[in-house]
């Protein structure tokens, strides 16, 4: 082929001659005058602090500079600086502008960036080299001021895997050194200061109280031990317009975590969860002391009393059916006819989820059938609701309560029907079973009530007994059926009795904060 038909086709090429051999030309392709080529377009990445103020000036400094170095190069042209915290982790997904600049360098909007140094464009080797190869496959250059790296180099890759590695390392020292830090001064009873609701802080003052956030925290757990469940919470803030510290509504989760948060009663625990892969900053929950915990005590201004926030700790307890220990809102008021021993709850499968109150027993051992030698008797607690409703709502005065107080609680159990265990730790010292058909509300005045239980079928009597028969029909237990069924009827009962006795009961050890049993079904 001619080579001159091909500078003839392509102006912007020239031949010239090899100086090493005769027969051989070489086709270049013409440089033009910087003036007239192309810019090229040039980001640059940098990360900036946390403080709003210093994060301002600092992008400010760096434009400042990376203006300064692209005058330097009159082919260049500055597209847009990206900047991300400092604060936003050693993983790329955690970075939402440097995502940005990569999803921009694939649209072709960048041809080179710059970065101050490895560290400041990725501190682990993985993500540094699958962003810089990436980047390079699409004609984008990388150019690393400290480390005078340029990805365009056929040598950059080995510099930067070792530079990287390097960098990985020390971010990893840096993060262990910073957690010795944090836990010595722990130790020393020193704290740091994390946004809570309720709180806020101002230099070097810390958990300043906020007073609107403050009387809604103390809302919160006084609804809480009142009986509002955390949804019912959440839905009223929500309807009053109340928002979280983010200016969002109320979440289940949200309240939850205040209702369990030790710092509202002026505490501080230092390490309920701790970081088990510095790369990834997976956080672990540390329950089993697996780090040490420092507990601090009068750390700051608490919002609530400690009493209060046991009594919330002890409902939210009661009420974690995950945790077998389904106990709200009787438990340690009704109390065994046989042996004294507090009553526990548990949910009989035999029926459509029907919660039952029995006797746990005192004995050593978890099976029932090893605990406990009264009878597997059961009493159904909406049987027993219906009968402290009556009671409750039968009172004329209560000595040592309000007058006030007392029909408050009697129109929110006409309102909505439910026994909260305020209304038991308000009115009652404990309840009784003088038989399996009656229940007695001591009152802590001293006085008593003796109500009946509205049994109207055999399978909510604990022994139902034999009536009369005739005409091919019985009364078993207060009900009338087909004597043929009896035998069936009975063998129930009996089954009834054997998946009690089955129930797997653990009480609290007795350092326990929280003196609730779990009952679980039986295996």
Not at 231 to 249: C, D, H, M, Q, S
């Amino acid at each position: 082929m001619n080579v001159t038909r091909i500078a003839a086709k392509h102006p912007d090429v020239f031949i010239e001659q090899s100086g090493m051999r005769e027969n051989v030309q070489i086709i270049r392709r013409r440089e033009l005058p910087v003036e007239q080529r192309p810019k090229l377009k040039v980001a640059a990445y940098c990360r900036v602090s946390t403080d709003r103020e210093e994060q301002e000036t600092s992008i400010k400094i760096q434009m400042e500079t990376y203006q300064q170095i692209i005058e330097e190069h009159p082919d260049w042209e500055l597209a847009e600086i990206y900047a991300d915290p400092g604060a936003t982790g050693l993983m790329a997904s955690k970075r939402p502008d440097f995502l940005r600049m990569i999803e921009d360098a694939k649209a072709g909007k960048i041809d080179i960036i710059l970065a101050k140094s490895i560290s400041r464009f990725a501190r682990n080797t993985e993500d540094m080299l699958k962003y810089t190869r990436m980047l390079r496959s699409i004609g984008v250059g990388v150019i690393f001021e400290k480390e005078k790296i340029d990805t365009r180099s056929s040598t950059s890759e080995m510099l930067l895997t070792i530079y990287a590695a390097f960098s990985q390392e020390e971010s990893h020292d840096i993060s262990e050194w910073s957690k010795v830090g944090i836990r010595n001064d722990a130790a020393r009873g020193k704290t740091r200061f994390h946004k809570l609701y309720g709180y806020t802080s101002k230099g070097k003052d810390k958990w300043i109280v906020v007073p609107d956030e403050a009387e809604i925290v103390r809302r919160i757990f006084n609804s809480y031990i009142k009986g509002a469940s955390i949804r019912e919470i959440a839905e009223e803030l929500n309807a009053e317009g109340i928002p979280t510290k983010e200016g969002v509504n109320w979440k289940s989760s949200t309240l939850s975590s205040i209702i369990q948060n030790e710092k509202y009663t002026g505490d501080y625990l230092f390490q309920k969860t701790y970081v088990d892969d510095f790369l990834t900053k997976r956080s672990v929950n540390n329950t089993d002391a697996k780090l040490p915990q420092y507990y601090i005590t009068d750390n700051h201004e608490a919002l609530v009393s400690k009493e209060v926030f046991a009594e919330a700790q002890e409902i939210m307890h009661m009420r974690n059916v995950y945790k077998g220990a389904n106990l709200y809102p009787y438990y340690g008021f009704l109390i065994c006819p046989e042996c004294g021993t507090p009553l526990v709850c548990f949910v009989l499968q035999m029926q459509t989820s029907t919660r039952c109150w029995v006797c746990p027993g005192h004995k050593d051992g978890v099976k029932r059938k090893d605990r406990a030698d009264c009878k597997p008797f059961t009493f159904y607690e909406k049987l027993i609701d219906e009968a402290v409703r009556r009671a409750i709502l039968g009172l004329k005065n209560m000595k040592g309560v309000e007058k006030d107080e007392l029909e408050g609680i009697q129109e929110k159990i006409k309102e909505n029907g439910r026994i909260e265990r305020w209304y038991l730790k308000t009115l009652v010292k404990n309840i009784t079973f003088p038989d399996y058909e009656h229940l007695t509300v001591n009152w802590k005045d001293g006085r008593k009530v003796t109500v009946p239980l509205t049994i109207k079928r055999y399978w909510f009597h604990p022994y139902p007994e034999i009536g009369e028969k005739g005409n091919g029909y019985i009364e078993y237990g207060g009900e009338q059926m087909v004597l043929r069924r009896l035998s069936k009827v009975q063998d129930c009962i009996a089954g009834r009795n054997r998946w009690v006795q089955e129930l797997e009961i653990t009480m609290p050890d007795a350092e326990d904060p929280i003196q609730v049993p779990v009952v679980r079904k039986g295996k």
